[in-house]
């Protein structure tokens, strides 16, 4: 791996860094109980603002750094190999086939075994959603194969194909579902990072710095993917092992985010595209400031969440999409002029 390190890289660092440090101060402070930074720094807090916020908001402002930066290195990738700036992970198909698994585990838990409900307990619907989001990645992967090679029209294809079939899988279950599991899903679907833990980071973490460690190792594959499928072949790129790694590593992290917090969408196709136009088109810029920025981006956004309607909390993929939508119209006439 190696990145550029010469004044203008450290510039552009030094602007996402220094923005991480503020957003996880203002943080940690502000929710339905207000702690003083100052009380923080002096020790001089009382038992309850301690279990506030070593116990909530600390692990939470980590998770979401992470989470955010999983779902942006994601779009940034996938970005890069479809050599097209409005590609997120949902073209394949990861959050459909995590959203599938989850209602079913929501709807239809009563039948699955005590067995493994008494083993994965709580994790019981992340580790079903995650399991659903790689298995949808992997059909999706297949089902684009043509000739021994990947074809990015027909994984694209293939992707808008199940996304729709289960969809309406998932429009099914629903539909023969009681109202509780109905209105679990329906705040599921729409993202949280309430139940975000110490115990779930331990799990989060490790998936999100391999994600991490696996673009930032190939940004110069990245960049020669984006020339185009002739050009990197020529330049002794294994197309079919690095497409089917890129789409692998994607879900890797896209299924984790889901599985954890629920489909949270335009993360990773705002924040890659924001700083291309910044920083440049490189991904050896691309990549790491898109995961500082990422982090950033659910921070702020689960910040807003969490205080405008406080003490209650409004999903945080209403916020995501409510920048995400626009900027996604935006995006389209910028494509169409050109």
Not at 300 to 315: C, H, M, N
Request: hydrophobic share 55%; charged share 10%.
């Amino acid at each position: 791996m190696q990145l550029i390190y010469d004044k203008r890289s450290l510039r552009s660092w030094s602007i996402p860094v220094g923005l991480l440090l503020v957003t996880f101060i203002v943080y940690v402070q502000f929710g339905a109980i207000y702690i003083n930074g100052f009380d923080v720094i002096r020790f001089n807090l009382t038992d309850m603002e301690q279990a506030v916020l070593f116990n909530i908001r600390i692990p939470r402002a980590i998770g979401a750094f992470f989470i955010g930066g999983m779902l942006a290195v994601a779009g940034a990738g996938l970005q890069g190999l479809f050599r097209n700036p409005l590609v997120d992970a949902g073209i394949i198909g990861v959050k459909t086939g995590a959203s599938f698994a989850a209602v079913c585990v929501i709807s239809l838990s009563a039948f699955l075994p005590v067995f493994w409900q008494d083993m994965l307990g709580v994790y019981l619907l992340p580790f079903f959603a995650f399991l659903g989001s790689l298995f949808v990645c992997y059909a999706v992967y297949v089902f684009g194969k043509q000739y021994g090679s990947t074809n990015v029209a027909m994984l694209i294809l293939a992707g808008i194909a199940i996304n729709a079939i289960l969809g309406a899988l998932t429009g099914l279950v629903i539909y023969f579902s009681d109202d509780t599991a109905i209105r679990s899903f329906t705040f599921w679907s729409m993202g949280e990072l309430a139940g975000i833990s110490w115990s779930k980071l331990t799990i989060i973490i490790p998936i999100a710095l391999v994600s991490f460690w696996y673009f930032l190792k190939h940004v110069k594959i990245l960049d020669v993917l984006s020339l185009g499928e002739n050009e990197a072949f020529h330049l002794g790129v294994n197309l079919s092992r690095k497409n089917k790694e890129i789409i692998l590593f994607s879900a890797l992290a896209v299924g984790a985010a889901v599985a954890f917090c629920g489909a949270i969408g335009f993360v990773g196709l705002v924040v890659p595209h924001i700083v291309r136009t910044a920083f440049g088109a490189s991904h050896q810029r691309v990549i790491p400031i898109s995961i500082v920025l990422g982090g950033l981006l659910l921070m702020w956004g689960d910040l807003f969440a969490r205080t405008i309607v406080q003490p209650s909390e409004l999903p945080i993929g209403i916020i995501t999409s409510v920048i995400g939508g626009p900027f996604f119209m935006y995006l389209l006439i910028q494509y169409k002029r050109k």
